[in-house]
């Protein structure tokens, strides 16, 4: 669904990304870890098509479509989506009228009220601004109740789990789940994830397929996400620049 | 000398008086004279055209949701009407003639030698309305009142006349737009409001004049105790110079005074708008809130609070955004506190559109203009309590047919 060939991105005239291929299969969830500073926020607003992150060499299909030049919105209609880690506050804009319009290029279907219960949104909220005082774990639940409207084939998270308190971790897991098609069985799932995370505590809820980890805008290794994970906690990113694997 | 003749001594010496703000209008290019208008039995008898004109402003013609109509077109009172007991909705000039007592209200909160403007519709006086809420009479259905102005090179002069009287609760929303086709013209307004003690007005004033027209409202308002009063103000079409400046006198105890602007200046535009608040005893309160857009016009967002007494309290807010590549916003706020223990505030910012605003609604799917138009609404988009929905509603959409907004 997703393949990024040599991918060379710039920030600011700053090379972030280097030569970074990735492929994602429909029905695939990857992570990606990484220490701060390594590029995986990069590499995710890029994918989004973020008008800052210059792409100077390489390309991004999605779904065989060379999308590297779209812009953001073309990106969204095609199914791409994205919870942020930090979003803005918007005044005015209010959670409900987003959602909505979100739902427009999704699931037309979508029901805000029931399915923001469902994620322990309470109604006012809705009527809210978006982002505007929200918690850190507000935020991450009504980044998701977009997602949810918006019903893209390939989901990118950034760091969903940071802020969320312990009582709402598994809720956050199990609807990123459905978002990806983890409550199904293998054969049926259609959409495709990747998911950002330094901590990589949201993987013991969410089974992701196969880990990466950034080093120095490459991907210097890859691999079962468990094994990947604990030789992190254990060794260190450090390490992982001198692995030969 | 009788009251009358002073007046006019008064307004003929300020006949040349620049006024104080904004760029000076030389008044000898207008006519103040129009022909009559025939009355009309009910408002969807004006000309369609008309009617559906007004509608931009919040006059609705069906009068469905109002509970008492007034306009006036040109120098000519057409239509008033009022369904609500107590409430009362006359031309002024019938008012004036039936109460002897409504002299001792005339240019009594707006000076009548304020500057050449005020000194025009003195001597040039082309009607206007009376609205009154007797003691205790509650409306929660607002009077809608309409100052049309289709005659070319005409100087529309009104001069209106609100009072919320002890214990009432009055919501106004009123109209001022200019027929599509006129091309020059001017309005003065003079509007004097009396909310007596313990009554709350809101009243909602919607322009949509046109681009060639000049505009000079003038008012004034008495707000005694325990009254509050709610002033909202939306511009969001082209003008080509709108200057005002209404005062708010907060004399009695804990009366409040609560001004919210929403502005949009096009491409040659020049609105010089702002509101001061006068807080002249115990526990009184303001709020004076402005958001300002310029998509290549000028726009002046002044506001003053002034504490006279230890004890009140007030907040000034002027958010301005800049569209495009050229226009111009110029936030004055001010803070005049002459006594010791005044609690007055202000906050002013001046700034474009954040992009990151814009591209997280575009990973929605919107478009890059529509989130920009999406982020500008919701920029207008202020809470205001107090006001009937059906009011909220109305500037609401008054945002939301402003087109080209953000683009």
Sequence with gaps: MLDIQNLHVAVDGKSILKGLDLSINEGETHALFGQNGSGKTTLVLTIMGFPGYRVTEGRILFKKEDITHLPINERARLGIGLSFQHPPAIHGVKLKDLTEIAAQHGNSAFKIEEVAETIHIPPDFLTRDVNLGFSGGEVKRTELLQLLAQNPDLVLLDEPDSGVDLENIALVGETINKLLDRDKRSRERHKAGLIITHAGGILKIVQADKAHVLVDGQIACSGNPGELLNDICELGYEECVKCPR | ?407
């Design chain 2, 1 to 407: 000398m009788s009251k009358v003749d002073e007046l006019t001594e008064r307004a003929e010496k300020a006949r040349e008086k620049k006024a104080a703000y904004g760029p000076d209008i030389p008044l000898e290019s207008y006519t103040s004279k129009a022909p009559a208008h025939e009355k009309v039995q009910t408002l969807k008898m004006l000309p369609t055209n008309y009617q559906n004109q007004s509608l931009g402003v919040g006059v609705d013609a069906s009068e469905d949701e109002r509970s008492g109509s007034f306009f006036q077109l040109d120098t000519s009172v057409v239509y008033s009407k009022t369904s609500a007991p107590n409430v009362e909705v006359l031309s002024v000039t019938e008012a004036l003639d039936k109460y002897d007592w409504l002299k001792d209200y005339w240019w009594k909160a707006v000076a009548v030698d304020a500057d050449k403007y005020t000194a025009q519709a003195a001597l040039e006086f082309s009607n206007g309305y009376f609205i009154r809420a007797k003691a205790g009479a509650k409306t929660i259905l607002p009077i809608q009142a309409c100052m049309f102005l289709a005659q070319e090179s005409l100087s529309q002069n009104v001069h209106n006349i609100i009072i919320a009287e002890k214990g009432s609760e009055l919501h106004i929303i009123t109209g001022c737009r200019t027929a599509d086709e006129l091309s020059h013209g001017i309005h003065v307004g003079v509007s004097e409001f009396f909310i007596k003690e313990g009554a709350t007005c809101s009243f909602t004033m919607i322009h949509n004049w046109g681009p060639e027209v000049a505009v000079r409202p003038r008012s004034g308002s008495i707000i005694e105790k325990d009254a509050t009063f709610i002033s909202n103000y939306v511009c969001l079409k082209p003008v080509k110079s709108l200057q005002m400046y209404p005062v708010f006198r907060c004399v009695g105890e804990n009366a409040t005074a609560l001004s919210y602007s929403l502005l949009y200046a096009a491409d040659g535009s020049h609105m010089d708008v702002g509101a001061r608040v006068i807080l002249e005893a115990a526990q009184c309160k303001a709020d004076v809130i402005a958001r300002t857009i310029t998509n290549g016009g000028e726009i002046i967002s002044r506001g003053n609070l002034t504490g006279l007494h230890p004890d009140v309290k007030g907040h000034l807010e002027c958010r301005g955004l800049l569209l495009g590549d050229h226009g111009r916003i110029f936030a004055v706020p001010e803070l005049d506190g002459a006594v010791p223990g005044v609690d007055m505030s202000h906050e002013a910012a001046v700034g474009k559109i954040a992009e990151e605003e814009i591209t997280y609604l575009m990973t929605r799917g919107l478009s890059e203009d529509d989130a920009t138009s999406a982020i500008v609404r919701g920029f207008l988009d202020i809470e205001i309590k107090g006001v009937p929905p059906a009011l909220q509603e109305e500037m609401r959409r008054a945002v939301h047919t402003t087109e080209g907004m953000g683009l």
